[in-house]
């Protein structure tokens, strides 16, 4: 069944579907959440490798902490806004020591030219 909605503009065609294409849709639907639901089922069955991934994480972000500093005393989300913030300065200090590096370096060849 085909309906038309008339506009100043244009004319437009709607499909409405008869009530097997919803039936077949919905059993697709149905189909796909039973696939769903036991691939869901089969990866619980793996717990043993979730709970290595787990501990793995869990020491990961104990080893953070300790480079932090001040990280055991935060959370995961505060521990991990802390590390952006302290790679940040970490890289500012690396700038900084390069640019003090060959300023010194840039002296000592002047004083070598002046005999110095």
Request: charged share 30%; net charge neutral.
């Given at each position: 069944?085909?309906?038309?909605?008339?506009?100043?503009?244009?004319?437009?065609?709607?499909?409405?579907?008869?009530?097997?294409?919803?039936?077949?849709?919905?059993?697709?639907?149905?189909?796909?959440?039973?696939?769903?639901?036991?691939?869901?089922?089969?990866?619980?069955?793996?717990?043993?490798?979730e709970?290595?991934?787990?501990?793995?994480?869990?020491?990961?972000?104990?080893?953070?902490?300790?480079?932090i500093?001040?990280?055991t005393?935060?959370?995961?989300?505060?521990?991990?806004?802390?590390?952006?913030?302290?790679?940040?300065?970490?890289?500012?200090?690396?700038?900084?020591?390069?640019?003090?590096?060959?300023?010194?370096?840039?002296?000592?060849?002047?004083?070598?030219?002046?005999?110095?």
């Open positions: 069944m085909e309906k038309t909605l008339a506009t100043s503009d244009n004319t437009r065609s709607i499909s409405v579907l008869p009530s097997a294409a919803v039936k077949s849709r919905a059993a697709g639907f149905e189909r796909r959440t039973k696939r769903r639901l036991s691939q869901t089922k089969a990866s619980v069955c793996v717990s043993g490798e709970e290595d991934d787990e501990e793995e994480v869990k020491e990961k972000i104990e080893a953070l902490q300790r480079i500093p001040g990280g005393a935060l959370g995961v989300d505060a521990l991990f806004e802390e590390t952006a913030g302290y790679i940040m300065s970490l890289q500012c200090q690396i700038k900084t020591i390069k640019v003090l590096t060959s300023f010194i370096q840039r002296l000592d060849k002047q004083d070598m030219k002046f005999g110095g």
